[in-house]
């Protein structure tokens, strides 16, 4: 009885290290062959309805399509938002190719909240060309993707930048026409630009006049309005959006705090205050309500004390002031009842 070899990664469906696999998303790279796939099913029969179909399978409602590359007269790049995408995709077959499919190596992948970053710096564009001669181009670049991270997995934004691109013409055709100087002449010529054909320039050129008019024309298949009336209606909008003031946000009350006085010493604070007393008072009676010259020669301003405060200066000891030399020279402090003069002033005490 002879007994079969153990394999080491050999699991039988009975034993108790057997798993299935768990089902897993489905790959950022595996949709772009499934791209590929539904390029090459293209017909020549096909239609706008086949490109928008095309477009929505593989690409979101807001998805932007990026090309960076540099001319003989700068570096360019265009920009198109989701309407153009499939005519992009259309006028590269118009311009003569009849396969096209994209080759993705070494590419890095970094998962986000709601998004999928696709990142190959070593991205090929490969394009069969029939006409004006068979070639095969090979555009290589960086390509970045933004795939939804959902079920559908569309992508979001497409940047692809050419670095160089390369145009390769079978041996059998330069054998052909080994003898026929004007065919080698012209075959070899290039035929694209940067890997992209003049249909496809003169459309992307086109898409910068284009894009700014979006408005424009999805308002006119909305409302059936005559292009006239859209862009009155759009200029009149935008002039409204202008001129709206903008909304003022909301301020929270401020809340006043009292700020707190410094305390010093009892000393200074007596003081002060009977210095703050006596200004007080002398900017309560102004001078010009005083016109002591009628009634008595004063010749020196006399020190006033407020009536409610009188008690409390003399229970402080203070001492009046001495007879100013005038009123003694001119005998006022020595006439009788001069101690009681002015006693009451417009109700203020006056002390001399």
């Not at 950022?28 to 791209?35: F, G, L």
């Not at 990142?119 to 095969?136: E, I, L, N, S, Y």
Request: aromatic share 10%.
């Amino acid at each position: 009885m002879s007994s079969t070899p153990h394999d080491p990664f050999y699991s039988s469906p009975f034993g108790p290290f057997y798993r299935r696999h768990t089902p897993y998303m489905v790959q950022p790279e595996y949709r772009i062959y499934e791209m590929n796939k539904r390029l090459q099913s293209r017909t020549e029969d096909s239609d706008n309805l086949w490109w928008d179909a095309f477009a929505t399978e593989f690409f979101e409602d807001d998805a932007t399509l990026t090309l960076s590359f540099c001319l003989e007269d700068g570096p360019k790049r265009y920009t198109i938002g989701r309407t153009l995408i499939p005519r992009y995709f259309s006028t590269v077959f118009e311009g003569g190719v009849t396969d096209l499919y994209y080759i993705l190596k070494h590419s890095k992948e970094s998962y986000h909240n709601s998004s999928i970053t696709v990142d190959c710096d070593q991205c090929a564009m490969v394009t069969q060309h029939g006409k004006p001669m068979f070639t095969k181009v090979c555009t290589e670049g960086r390509l970045i993707l933004e795939f939804t991270f959902d079920d559908l997995m569309r992508i979001k934004t497409w940047h692809f930048t050419i670095r160089q691109y390369r145009e390769l013409v079978p041996r059998s055709i330069l054998a052909m026409h080994a003898q026929d100087p004007q065919v080698l002449d012209q075959l070899s010529k290039n035929i694209t630009r940067m890997g992209l054909t003049n249909f496809t320039l003169n459309y992307l050129r086109l898409c910068v006049i284009l894009e700014p008019m979006q408005e424009l024309m999805s308002r006119h298949k909305t409302y059936n309005l005559s292009p006239r009336d859209c862009l009155k209606t759009c200029l009149f909008q935008k002039w409204q959006r202008m001129v709206a003031p903008p909304a003022e946000p909301t301020r929270q009350p401020t809340t006043k705090r009292r700020k707190r006085k410094n305390s010093t010493s009892s000393t200074s604070n007596s003081s002060a205050g009977n210095n703050a007393n006596s200004t007080g008072s002398k900017k309560k009676t102004p001078a010009a309500n005083l016109s002591l010259s009628s009634q008595v020669p004063v010749t020196h301003q006399p020190h006033m004390v407020p009536f409610e405060q009188r008690g409390r200066s003399r229970a402080l000891g203070m001492r009046p002031s001495p007879p100013s030399p005038c009123l003694s020279s001119s005998g006022l402090h020595d006439a009788p009842g001069y101690s009681r003069w002015l006693t009451c002033l417009h109700g203020r005490t006056i002390c001399t």
